[in-house]
């Protein structure tokens, strides 16, 4: 069948989605673009819970019991700023840094501060980690003040296509704003996809992800999804030698701390053969233990979710480069497109995803062979 997805589409979809400024607990510039792009079409809707996630559903679908929920969250690794002191003419800022980054890229690396006064840019000249906390402290310096609150990023391009590999997408925040707008080019073409709208697929966009996944786990113990919702979280995952880029999305089996669930994962292994096809001339994709880390997927699994993921490979990890310092993020742009196609045919063959206990194409195929296997010993004892 016909792809409905446009890779054009998909990359001015990334490009706006990845340019957006974004901190744990300030994901506010992504949250406004969501509602934007809903405000467009007509055939979606949003809701905005207490604690800041965001659930996109389509209009005039009746609810599933097992809906299809892409989730993938709006925040990267970021500073928030305390305080601010004058020191001979320049500013002291003190600031706590939310997110995983190793101590050793912080020294001397620039940053931005976004606050309604504007951008503030400013150099950290130490870091510590809180004994007792286990929190990041870092110091830096700027030319202005810095406001109590305000969130900074690392000071690098928002976005671009990488000057020596155009098929390569830059950004200081890939991680996982490339989710985000995964879900975003699916839903964008969904009515093409699904005409009839028959299919309840949803996008849950949460925030806090990167400091113990505050809004997934709001989510789950409130459950504020069907509790047999099938859940895919959508990341951008460490790329490895063994899961390298530009070799197609991935099939993420587990992270660093769990194996997903086995009758999801298998479904969505027979969906990405079926559109790789016979000779996998038409779609590429890699099925790959990303141990990495720990996603969103782990979280759901604690509170009872059918939980799978999906993923692209990501370059600088984080913002940290090989040769240690911070860089830009970096994904393929194949990879990504090859992501929304592998999530369009997961609609598309929606209504073959077994449910829970159910015996799906494998367990059917050895049942057989058992069968076999039987009435030829019931004819031949010594076969």
């Known amino acids: 069948m016909r792809s409905e997805v446009r890779p054009a589409r998909v990359l001015a979809l990334a490009r706006r989605t990845l340019s957006c400024p974004t901190a744990p607990f300030r994901e506010g510039a992504v949250m406004a673009w969501v509602l934007e792009f809903v405000a467009q079409r007509r055939g979606l809707a949003v809701r905005v819970d207490r604690d800041g996630n965001m ?115 830059e950004s200081r925040a890939v991680d996982d704003l490339a989710g985000v707008a995964a879900a975003l080019a699916l839903l964008d073409a969904i009515d093409r996809i699904d005409p009839r709208r028959k299919v309840d697929v949803r996008a849950l966009f949460t925030r806090a992800e990167e400091v113990g996944f505050i809004g997934a786990l709001a989510v789950a113990r409130s459950r504020r999804l069907p509790q047999r919702a099938r859940i895919v979280s959508l990341e951008a995952s460490k790329a490895f030698a063994h899961a390298p880029q530009g070799a197609g999305p991935i099939l993420r089996v587990g992270d660093r701390t769990s194996s997903f669930d086995d009758g999801l994962t298998r479904w969505m292994a027979r969906v990405a053969t079926a559109l790789a096809g016979p000779q996998g001339s038409g779609f590429r994709w890699q099925r790959r233990l990303m141990d990495g880390g720990t996603c969103e997927a782990t979280a759901f699994q604690l509170y009872g979710y059918r939980s799978a993921a999906l993923c692209v490979p990501l370059g600088n990890y984080h913002n940290m480069s090989e040769d240690g310092t911070i860089r830009l993020e970096s994904i393929h742009a194949a990879d990504l497109v090859g992501l929304v196609r592998l999530l369009e045919a997961l609609v598309r063959h929606d209504g073959d995803c077994p449910a829970p206990g159910a015996t799906d194409p494998l367990g059917r195929r050895l049942e057989r062979g058992l069968q076999k296997m039987r009435r030829d010993l019931a004819r031949d004892p010594f076969a």
């Open 55 to 169: 659930l996109l559903s389509r209009r005039g679908v009746r609810r599933a019991l097992s809906p299809l929920v892409l989730s993938a969250h709006m925040d990267h690794p970021g500073f928030r700023a305390r305080v601010s002191h004058r020191v001979n003419g320049r500013w002291t800022v003190s600031a706590q840094f939310l997110g995983g980054v190793a101590l050793e890229f912080f020294p001397g690396a620039r940053a931005v501060f976004f606050s309604p006064a504007g951008a503030v840019r400013a150099a950290v000249t130490r870091v510590r980690r809180d004994p007792a906390s286990g929190e990041l402290e870092a110091e830096l310096r700027s030319a202005e003040e810095v406001p109590a609150g305000a969130f900074g990023m690392w000071d690098l391009p928002a976005f671009r296509r990488a000057p020596r590999a155009r098929d390569v997408l």
